[in-house]
């Protein structure tokens, strides 16, 4: 059976106040393997920013993890992508450009092989575009002035990040019905099982991940509060 898929609206590592609230639940749905847990980072949406890069590693190191990256710019031609990702516990995808990433990663045979290793049981996890990517179709800003485009399509549903950012977003979610179709606030996220809805969480106070009903409401969904250890 295919790996955890984790959807995140936004904020996470790169926020300065971060707790690692969220890294920690990620990283316990790993299959348990001996040795300290493999992470890697995709940075593709951003052009491989080096300070998402720096901050992910950062963190991730101080949870006791091997952490490293994989970067398309420049692409590092001597290196194998395939067995990256296949001997990674979690993959972890970073916001930016989700249109540009997934035209990327298709240009190169890459969806191939993060789908691969997903089956296998590496967890995938992503925030913003990171998130979008795995779901039917998106919201994004990845085009002027906002809109739906599809994804991969790992997860049969709509996903809209950043739900409480631009305005546009709520009207583009709500006219999502024909599938299942949920939005997240930054700080909010969302886990998928081999592709079915399994909760939403989130490790601030008082925010709600939303899933849009038949008549094209957005519904508050129960969402559990992550808690520091001890």
């Given at each position: 059976?295919?790996?955890?898929?984790?959807?995140?609206?936004?904020g996470g590592f790169l926020?300065e106040?971060?707790?690692?609230?969220?890294?920690?639940?990620?990283l316990?749905l790993?299959?348990?393997?001996?040795?300290?847990p493999?992470?890697?980072?995709?940075?593709t949406?951003?052009?491989?920013?080096e300070?998402?890069?720096?901050?992910?590693?950062?963190?991730?190191?101080?949870?006791?993890?091997?952490a490293?990256?994989?970067?398309?710019?420049?692409?590092e031609m001597?290196?194998?992508y395939?067995?990256?990702?296949?001997?990674?516990?979690?993959?972890y995808v970073?916001g930016g450009n989700?249109?540009?990433?997934?035209?990327?990663w298709?240009?190169?045979?890459?969806d191939?092989?993060?789908?691969?290793?997903?089956?296998?049981?590496?967890?995938l996890?992503?925030i913003?575009a990171?998130?979008?990517?795995?779901?039917a179709?998106?919201?994004t800003?990845?085009?002027?002035?906002?809109?739906?485009?599809?994804?991969?399509?790992?997860?049969?549903?709509?996903f809209?990040?950043?739900?409480d950012g631009?305005?546009?977003?709520q009207?583009?979610l709500?006219?999502?019905?024909?599938?299942?179709?949920y939005?997240?606030?930054?700080?909010?996220?969302?886990?998928?099982d081999?592709?079915r809805?399994?909760?939403?969480?989130?490790?601030?106070?008082?925010l709600a991940a939303?899933?849009?009903?038949?008549a094209?409401?957005?519904?508050?969904?129960?969402?559990?509060?992550?808690?520091?250890?001890?």
């Amino acid at each position: 059976m295919s790996a955890p898929i984790v959807a995140i609206g936004g904020g996470g590592f790169l926020m300065e106040d971060t707790r690692g609230l969220q890294e920690r639940y990620i990283l316990s749905l790993r299959r348990q393997r001996a040795g300290a847990p493999r992470v890697l980072y995709l940075g593709t949406a951003s052009g491989d920013s080096e300070r998402a890069q720096l901050r992910f590693m950062r963190l991730f190191t101080s949870l006791g993890c091997r952490a490293d990256t994989l970067a398309f710019f420049p692409y590092e031609m001597k290196r194998d992508y395939t067995q990256a990702v296949r001997e990674a516990d979690l993959v972890y995808v970073g916001g930016g450009n989700t249109v540009g990433m997934v035209a990327v990663w298709r240009e190169f045979g890459f969806d191939a092989a993060l789908r691969q290793a997903w089956e296998d049981g590496t967890v995938l996890a992503g925030i913003s575009a990171g998130a979008n990517c795995w779901f039917a179709d998106y919201v994004t800003d990845s085009i002027p002035g906002g809109g739906i485009r599809a994804g991969l399509g790992w997860i049969d549903a709509t996903f809209c990040p950043h739900l409480d950012g631009e305005a546009w977003r709520q009207p583009l979610l709500s006219r999502a019905a024909r599938r299942p179709a949920y939005g997240a606030p930054d700080g909010v996220m969302l886990r998928f099982d081999g592709g079915r809805f399994i909760e939403a969480l989130t490790d601030r106070t008082g925010l709600a991940a939303v899933e849009v009903t038949a008549a094209g409401a957005l519904l508050a969904m129960p969402t559990r509060l992550l808690a520091d250890a001890g």
